[in-house]
């Protein structure tokens, strides 16, 4: 190839098309996606990111409260992650011959499994919802059972496995037939016993603190769960895709309990660094035994794409940052900081209702005002759609304050904050001065906040 040959040069596509971004969405892929954010003033063009922020092509910076949806624990492009993966392709692995053992998997198992010492094997796919998968597959087979226990307003993942145990409605709707797994209710272990006696539960799949809302269970209500399941042969799955790596102060959210120790604990999100999809489901020997009982059966669930070098290479490199770095103890005295900030507020705003969560996994809750003038206002907002408020707030931290937020879940009033785990004092000061404002705005009455709540109120009636 000469110097003038086309060939692919991909700053050049961009430069040339990346301006179309938008149009290119509504016109092949997710036509909704655009639509949604240009109707909450969400499309932005950010052209750069590094750490916990993004860049505008005006050089204007924004804070990343969000971390997409967990993955970017590390934030975005951290340099240690992102010269593995150079070197990872410079080395020219001869990956995924799928007849030989290539000593990244191994080694990678071999580090996770250090942070879960009761747990003996893992399988690498490619997604959390793909670990989550696997953990039901293996928990049927090991045991013998077709039915999986999950609690209401679980998320589990959106393959049809994994949304067989999710207990939002809104994502099962139009999809069924499902799988024939049960509810039930977080902190009812009335309910999980019932569902046990029937004795054809092969296990029961929870989030330590649910990501839908950030509710956590009461005290002692998994290892509860645990001696339950234990006298009924039936397995804890422990879905860690959000709350694991660090994220909740501990390694995984499950360690805050002491004692508990789950069969089977579904990882992924962080353990990507952000750059190339993994999933991993950690479990017992005894468990993955049972599966691979033979050679006929080495293949019987595999991944194509499971423990490529890649993605190998950036969990090993995010789990020696994690430590070089102490991220997280960071996630924890950085969450309680945040926590306790923010909580403080409670008292002076009457709309803000309650601030929970562990590390840097946060909950801001609101509820119906006292007042006569805030409470018409809400009421005129949870007539036409419950979780518009929180939507209220999330709006202005992004258009005025330059922070990325999300709403918790739909028809919540909980605004969710999953930030990267390297923030400190300084994201922690930039984010409560401006949802301060923000609550100020709020609790003055009128202005544009309310403004753009009558709009939401006019397209929730429109879209009924």
């Known amino acids: 190839m000469t110097d003038d040959t086309p060939g692919?040069?991909?700053?050049?596509?961009?430069?040339?098309?990346?301006?179309?971004?938008?149009?290119?969405?509504?016109?092949?892929?997710n036509h909704q996606l655009p639509r949604m954010l240009r109707t909450i003033?969400?499309?932005?063009?950010?052209?750069?990111?590094?750490?916990?922020?993004?860049?505008?092509?005006?050089?204007?910076?924004?804070?990343d409260m969000l971390a997409g949806f967990g993955v970017m624990g590390l934030g975005r492009h951290h340099p240690v992650v992102r010269k593995a993966l150079h070197d990872v392709l410079d080395a020219s692995l001869a990956d995924l011959t799928r007849f030989d053992c290539q000593p990244l998997p191994g080694l990678l198992a071999e580090k996770l499994l250090s942070y879960a010492?009761?747990?003996?094997?893992?399988?690498?796919g490619n997604s959390g919802t793909e670990a989550?998968?696997?953990?039901?597959?293996?928990?049927?087979?090991?045991?013998?059972?077709?039915?999986?226990?999950?609690?209401?307003?679980?998320?589990?993942?959106?393959?049809?496995?994994?949304?067989?145990?999710?207990?939002?409605?809104?994502?099962?709707d139009g999809f069924a037939p499902l799988l024939p797994d049960t509810a039930v209710e977080l902190g009812d272990l009335g309910a999980l016993e019932r569902e046990l006696r029937r004795g054809d539960v092969a296990g029961f799949v929870v989030e330590p603190i649910q990501g839908k809302g950030v509710l956590e269970p009461p005290a002692g209500y998994l290892r509860a769960a645990q001696e339950l399941l234990r006298r009924h042969k039936a397995l804890l799955i422990a879905d860690e895709v959000q709350t694991g790596m660090g994220r909740t102060g501990a390694?995984?959210?499950?360690?805050?309990?002491?004692?508990?120790?789950?069969?089977?604990?579904?990882?992924?999100?962080?353990?990507?660094?952000?750059?190339?999809?993994?999933?991993?489901?950690?479990?017992?020997?005894?468990?993955?035994?049972?599966?691979?009982?033979?050679?006929?059966?080495?293949?019987?669930?595999?991944?194509?794409?499971?423990?490529?070098?890649?993605?190998?290479?950036?969990?090993?490199?995010?789990?020696?940052?994690?430590?070089?770095?102490?991220v997280v103890a960071n996630a924890r005295q950085t969450g309680d900081l945040l926590r306790t900030r923010l909580a403080g507020l409670v008292e002076k705003y009457e709309l803000l209702q309650e601030v929970?969560?562990?590390?840097?996994?946060?909950?801001?809750?609101?509820?119906?005002?006292?007042?006569l003038g805030l409470r018409s206002r809400w009421t005129m907002l949870q007539a036409a759609r419950k979780g518009l408020f929180a939507q209220m707030v999330v709006v202005p931290l992004l258009q005025r304050h330059r922070v990325l937020t999300q709403?918790?879940?739909?028809?919540?009033?909980?605004?969710?904050?999953?930030p990267p785990l390297i923030i400190g004092e300084r994201e922690v000061d930039r984010f409560v001065e401006a949802f301060t404002a923000v609550m100020d705005d709020a609790h003055g009455g009128g202005g544009l906040m309310w403004d753009f709540g009558r709009t939401l109120v006019k397209q929730a009636v429109a879209g009924r």
């Open 41 to 63: 003033g969400f499309d932005k063009v950010y052209e750069r990111a590094e750490g916990a922020y993004f860049w505008d092509a005006d050089g204007q910076d924004y804070l």
């Open 407 to 418: 709403v918790s879940g739909d028809r919540l009033e909980v605004i969710k904050l999953i």
């Open 117 to 124: 010492p009761h747990l003996d094997r893992v399988f690498f």
């Open 251 to 326: 390694f995984f959210a499950y360690q805050h309990e002491s004692g508990l120790e789950p069969d089977l604990v579904c990882v992924a999100k962080a353990l990507s660094g952000g750059y190339v999809p993994v999933g991993a489901t950690l479990g017992k020997d005894w468990i993955f035994k049972k599966v691979y009982s033979s050679m006929d059966r080495v293949l019987v669930h595999s991944a194509s794409f499971g423990a490529n070098a890649q993605a190998m290479a950036a969990g090993l490199a995010v789990l020696a940052v994690m430590e070089d770095e102490q």
């Open 8 to 29: 692919f040069d991909l700053a050049r596509l961009l430069a040339e098309r990346g301006g179309e971004r938008y149009d290119l969405h509504t016109r092949y892929l």
């Open 132 to 172: 989550v998968e696997t953990a039901l597959k293996f928990a049927r087979y090991a045991t013998g059972r077709p039915r999986i226990l999950y609690c209401a307003h679980a998320f589990h993942g959106l393959t049809v496995g994994s949304l067989s145990v999710n207990g939002e409605g809104g994502f099962r």
């Open 356 to 371: 929970r969560g562990r590390g840097l996994m946060i909950g801001i809750e609101f509820g119906r005002p006292k007042s």
